[in-house]
């Protein structure tokens, strides 16, 4: 029974652990993204691609 609650306690540190580091990053600015909105214009939002198919007629 008590390693229930040493795998508890470790668990709960773990997860607490990753939560302040998550909002660490988070708060620094890892996720920000500068680049894409500057050239989400160029880039088309529906790919427009050769959908006619090509029939040949043999003699």
Known sequence: MEVIFVLIGISL??????????IRALKSGQYDDTYTPSVRML????????????TTKSK
């Open 13 to 22: 540190i773990l997860a607490v652990t990753f939560l302040v580091l998550f």
């Open 43 to 54: 880039f088309d939002k529906n790919k427009q691609s050769d959908t006619r198919k090509r």
